[in-house]
């Protein structure tokens, strides 16, 4: 598998699908409906 890390200074992402700022809560709310663990990161 192709690994889509990265890193942006001191933090590293494993993957660059990230939530967009203010649509998706603190994560906890979409837990019903997709693995929020698969995400690169969530922006709030």
């Known amino acids: 598998m192709v690994n889509l890390g990265f890193s ?23 837990d019903d409906f997709l693995d929020v663990s698969a995400l690169g990161g969530i922006i709030v």
């Open 8 to 30: 942006i200074g001191d933090l590293h992402f494993k993957n660059p699908v990230l939530t967009a700022s203010g649509t998706f809560g603190y994560g906890p709310e979409f």
